[in-house]
């Protein structure tokens, strides 16, 4: 488990767990997506990467109901964040502030030197989640998205001791 939070609203002691994806999260993690995003692949999407080894998720259980879900891959120390939900009922409650925490945990400890990402430029909600979590935006792709909408890159860097590259 990654950490441990307790909803300021429940009363009967069940608590939020931030944990590593396992494959009985699959229906609620589809589920999450579909309502984020609708891709149309979610199930193939996440079966893929439960086999991929270059990727780490976090997911938000609470009585054994998947609310979010944060994953990246680590390309040679540097890590792409690949997506970050939560589902609508449960926004603003910190939870993506949490997952986005699970994951910096996770570079700290594989000594991974920078986490990147693209992000949707009219997408203020995440815009801030990252400024929050300490990512700058370093760039800007043009045109990035099906719908010609731009992306901004964001990064958040390491200290100098993470500073490694790991591609042998
Ligand atoms: C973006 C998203 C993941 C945020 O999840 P969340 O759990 O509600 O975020 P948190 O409660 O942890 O919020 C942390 C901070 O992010 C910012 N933030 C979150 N939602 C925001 C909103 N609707 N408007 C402005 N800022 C927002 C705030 O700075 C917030 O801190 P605050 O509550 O103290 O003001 C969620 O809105 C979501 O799933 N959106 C759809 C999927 C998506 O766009 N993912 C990002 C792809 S790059």
């Known amino acids: ?9 429940r009363e009967d002691g069940f608590m939020i767990e931030y944990v590593p994806m396992k494959r009985e999260h699959l229906e609620g993690l589809v589920g999450v997506e579909e309502q984020c995003f609708n891709s149309g692949f979610a199930r193939a999407t996440f079966q ?14 609470e009585d054994e109901k998947v609310l ?3 994953g990246l891959w680590n390309i040679c120390g540097a890590a792409d964040i690949i997506d970050v939900a939560v589902h609508k009922d449960f926004r603003r409650r910190g939870i993506a502030q ?19 990402l693209e992000v949707r430029v009219s997408n203020i909600a995440a815009i801030s989640l990252y400024e929050k979590m300490g990512f700058v935006q370093n760039g800007l792709r043009k045109n990035y ?3 010609h909408e731009d992306a901004y890159l964001m990064q958040r860097k390491f200290e100098e001791e ?7």
């Open 1 to 9: 488990m990654c950490r441990r939070t307790k909803r300021a609203d």
């Open 48 to 61: 893929k990467e439960f086999e991929n080894k270059i990727a780490t998720y976090f997911v938000a259980v």
């Open 68 to 70: 979010g879900y944060a």
């Open 98 to 116: 949490n997952l986005i925490s699970c994951l910096i945990e996770f570079c700290n400890k594989e000594k991974i030197f920078e986490i990147n």
């Open 145 to 147: 998205y099906e719908n």
């Open 162 to 168: 993470n500073n490694e590259d790991t591609c042998h």
